[in-house]
C-alpha cells in the first residue's frame, strides 16, 4: 500500500518561502505522477502542481506559476513543493498526492488514487 507523508508546512510571512517534503514508500514505482494540492479554509481541495515522471512534464495552477517549483528526487522516491513570494492567500493544508492520471485527469483529484494526512501553511500579511 502506498503511504505518502508530508513535511516542511509552517508559519511564514507574506514574500517568504517555504519547502514541502513528500516521501513516498509502498509501491510508488508503479505510479506515473505525484502532485500537490491544497485546501484554504472553507474551500474546496484545488490543484497546485504535478510532477510527472511517465509521459513527462511538470504542471501548475495558473495562481502558482512562476512562484513555486515542484521537484523530484527518485532515489529518495520524494517530491518537494519549493515555496516563494508567498501571499495570505496561499494559506491553506497541502496534500501530497500520487497516481496514475491521464493527461485529462493531472489536474483533477480524481487521477490520484493515494493521499497524504496534509501540511498546514499559514502566510500572515
Known amino acids: 500500500q502506498v503511504q505518502l507523508v508530508e513535511s516542511g508546512g509552517g508559519l511564514v510571512q507574506a514574500g517568504g518561502s517555504l519547502r514541502l517534503s513528500c516521501v513516498g514508500s509502498?509501491?510508488?514505482?508503479?505510479?506515473?505522477?505525484m502532485a500537490w494540492f491544497r485546501q484554504a479554509p472553507n474551500k474546496e481541495r484545488e490543484f497546485v502542481a504535478t510532477?510527472?515522471?511517465?509521459?513527462?512534464?511538470?504542471y501548475y495552477a495558473d495562481s502558482v506559476k512562476g512562484r513555486f517549483t515542484i521537484s523530484r528526487n527518485n532515489a529518495k522516491n520524494t517530491v518537494y513543493l519549493q515555496m516563494n513570494s508567498l501571499t495570505p492567500e496561499d494559506t491553506a493544508v497541502y496534500y501530497c498526492?500520487?497516481?496514475?492520471?491521464?493527461?485529462?485527469?493531472?489536474?483533477?483529484?480524481?487521477?490520484?488514487?493515494?493521499w497524504g494526512q496534509g501540511t498546514p501553511v499559514t502566510v500572515s500579511s
Open positions: 510532477n510527472r515522471w511517465i509521459g513527462g512534464g511538470t
Open positions: 509502498g509501491g510508488t514505482s508503479n505510479l506515473n505522477a
Open positions: 498526492a500520487a497516481g496514475r492520471p491521464i493527461t485529462s485527469t493531472i489536474r483533477e483529484e480524481r487521477g490520484y488514487a493515494y
